[in-house]
């Protein structure tokens, strides 16, 4: 439990109505009789504009400045809960960060599976990083905490927030560069986490940090071994334990990878870990596979072109009919055009059919569509048994330097159409080709 009245690491006037809380949250949706509430600035208001609404949803107490009841009043709300975090952190005995390009969530819910460990839910931003320290930082079990970035200089604040022990950049690409500027810079400013600790890249990432302890398959300094990968599972080997993972492409073993290293750099039986790899999940949206009559790859939550690129290796070493149903994808600065037309050309060499959807979609798809509504009209006429169909773009709003407001495709919904038809419709079959293989 968080005792406001226990010692704090922050000079603070407590209401004597104060509650012990078992969550904190900057959220004030969240609060509730559990779930205590920090009023932070933000970009357009304050937190202070909500905590009589975290009140009145019964918040044990507040962080803020304001003098209202249950109130834990400090200065500086962002100062005293990242105290408080840094304090809690000091606790723990391994704290694991993850950065990358692509990939920092699979690699965040392996490792944390491997490990046992407490890992950040689906947010990574400082104030939730924030909160997660404070919640947990005094467990017994080691934390993975996801440290995205998406302006110059955050990783250097993110670090200093966390003070991981081991470091990871999963890959690195063209990913938020309408604030980054560069790859040159995502390579610099990603880089920041390897610094003064146990650093480890991903194999796509080890090019660009040639001094770094890579890990995955192929040439790298910890590798798995014997990798297969089917519709139904990848399948590898590591210290000579075989390791099964349902539903899952090579980003997810890699993943697993980096996860049974740290496990057995802690000291952890490799044979419990793989139990709990196999049972491991991720968010909806990222890398979801739906079989059945045809197969649906959700993997709409989000897209960068390291990203896209993974996904349509994953979709092209499986069998059947490909297609790619492909959106915009946010934060690529000026050359955004350019990049759509790489992966579009990318996916018409690895998928069998493509569509893109919303800005760029004839770059990115043989079948372009202004809207996902009309996408979604011709996908379900032309969706067979058999065909595998993969499912990705960026979502939510990316705001410009000029802070112009614009709007990723929401490709959710096409998923939800699709396993909506495949579960209630019969389709046709689709036809073999000529050689008879039906691929």
């Excluded at 944390?112 to 017994?140: K, R």
């Amino acid at each position: 439990m968080l005792n406001p009245h226990a010692a704090l690491p922050f000079s603070a006037a407590v209401h004597p109505d104060a509650r012990p809380a078992a969550r904190l949250t900057w959220d004030s949706r969240e609060a509730g009789p559990d779930v205590a509430f920090v009023a932070l600035p933000g970009e357009t208001m304050h937190g202070n504009q909500f905590v009589q609404k975290a009140l009145d949803a019964g918040a044990p107490f507040v962080l803020t400045d304001l003098d209202v009841p249950r109130a834990v009043r400090v200065d500086d709300a962002w100062a005293a809960l990242k105290a408080w975090a840094q304090a809690e952190r000091a606790k723990n005995k391994l704290v694991i960060g993850i950065t990358g390009s692509a990939g920092k969530t699979t690699a965040k819910a392996y490792a944390a599976a491997a490990l046992n460990a407490h890992f950040m839910p689906v947010f990574n931003t400082q104030p939730a990083i924030a909160c997660f320290l404070v919640e947990f930082g005094a467990s017994d079990r080691p934390l993975v905490v996801e440290m995205g970035i998406d302006r110059l200089g955050e990783m250097a604040e993110l670090v200093e927030l966390v003070r991981p022990d081991v470091g990871v950049v999963t890959s690195i690409g063209p990913a938020h560069l309408e604030q980054l500027g560069s790859v040159v810079n995502i390579v610099r400013e990603k880089g920041v986490i390897l610094g003064g600790v146990r650093g480890l890249v991903g194999a796509q990432a080890a090019p660009f940090y040639p001094d770094a302890e890579s890990y995955g398959f192929g040439d790298v300094t910890h590798a798995g071994q014997n990798l297969e990968v089917t519709p139904q599972a990848a399948t590898f080997t590591f210290d000579g334990i075989k390791i099964r993972l349902p539903l899952a492409a090579r980003v997810q073993a890699e993943a697993a990878v980096l996860g049974l290293l740290l496990a057995r750099e802690a000291g952890l039986e490799l044979t419990a870990a793989a139990a709990r790899l196999e049972a491991a999940s991720v968010p909806g949206g990222r890398y979801r596979v739906h079989e059945g009559r045809f197969t649906v790859i959700d993997d709409a939550y989000n897209a960068s072109p390291v990203a896209v690129s993974a996904a349509l290796d994953a979709l092209h070493a499986l069998p059947g009919r490909r297609i790619s149903v492909l959106g915009r994808m946010l934060e690529l600065g000026e050359t955004e055009q350019e990049l759509h037309a790489q992966v579009g050309q990318e996916a018409r060499a690895k998928a069998d059919l493509t569509y893109g959807v919303g800005a760029f979609a004839a770059e990115l798809g043989e079948r372009a569509f202004v809207t996902v509504p009309e996408l979604v009209t011709d996908l379900l006429e032309e969706v067979r048994d058999g065909d595998v169909l993969l499912i990705k773009a960026s979502r939510g709003i990316s705001y410009a330097p000029e802070k112009r407001a614009r709007e990723g495709v929401g490709l959710d919904v096409v998923v939800d159409a699709l396993l909506r038809l495949r579960d209630g419709v019969q389709l046709r079959d689709a036809p073999a080709k000529a050689d008879g293989s039906g691929n």
